[in-house]
């Protein structure tokens, strides 16, 4: 097992904390006092249970350290999170799926519902749960024109939970949100501003970290508590939804996960994974 480790050092020349995990990397600017974290699991930022604990982990860190926005972002070449690590889902040992749906909706929670303003920097493909994870954040820019992004669950033969749905109707509405997840579209960066999965996009990752900068310099003058109060209020229902049904969703989850046809679905995406190249795999397959 790869051995976890994190550190904290100060820069003092750039005036940059810097939080260091395995799989993500933080630095806090000092001035600003946003932190940018980048997520680093090669090949393709999936989310297994072991990332999500470190993403939980460094969210109550940065929440302690009373951070003033977040900026999220992918260190890879090309894939900003390929979603939900497909092997956790695939001949899953029914123990270990618990915990890491159990995680996974904790990670959920505590992202959607963070006490500072948050932005992800979309700077390669966001299939699935790596759409998910960008949703949950309070603004998204896209960089670039070669990438995709959306909701593809259908098109692993499986479908997006309540909590997921809802998610995704609160950013772009419930038409657009049932289109996109019953047809697993994958969306241009172009597609993805018109429909609004996007707020803006950009032509290359250092101006889409500036946009982001300058959504979060919005808040320098709002009251952290006006909005927190503001940002709950408005994601009450969904959230409450969860809370109330965690357990229900993860023994339906375990239960449908090991189903023989959830299965065969699976293994066939997965073979279909090492034979398609992914533009098309992620665009057309099915
Ligand atoms: C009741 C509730 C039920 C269900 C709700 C479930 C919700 C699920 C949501 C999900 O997130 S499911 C996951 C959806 N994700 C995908 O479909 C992504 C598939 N991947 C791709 O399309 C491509 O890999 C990519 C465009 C992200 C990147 O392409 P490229 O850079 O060319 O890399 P490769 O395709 O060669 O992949 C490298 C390596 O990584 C493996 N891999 C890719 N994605 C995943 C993944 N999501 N989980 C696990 N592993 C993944 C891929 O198989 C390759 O492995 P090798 O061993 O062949 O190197």
Known sequence: MLRRYISYTTNKFTNC???SQSMLQSTVDEKSGIATVTMNKPPVNSLNLEFLEEIITLLNKLQKDKVRGM??????????CAGLDIKELYKPNPDRLTKFWTTLQDTWLSLYTTSFPTVSVINGHSPAG????????????MVGQNYRI???????GIFAPKWFQNTIIAVIGQRKAEVSLTTGKMYTTDEALQIGLVDETCADADSALKKGTHFLNNFQN???????MTKDINRQSTIQWLI???QKDVDFTVEYMQSPGVQKNLELYLQSLKSLPPLKLISEIN
């Open 222 to 228: 709002i009251s952290p508590w006006a909005y927190k």
């Open 71 to 80: 900026i999220l972002t992918s260190g890879l070449q090309k894939v900003f």
């Open 244 to 246: 109330d049904n965690k």
């Open 150 to 156: 959306g909701f593809n669950e259908a098109k692993l």
């Open 130 to 141: 790596g759409c998910m994870l960008a949703m949950s954040c309070d603004y998204r820019v």
């Open 17 to 19: 904390r810097h939080v």
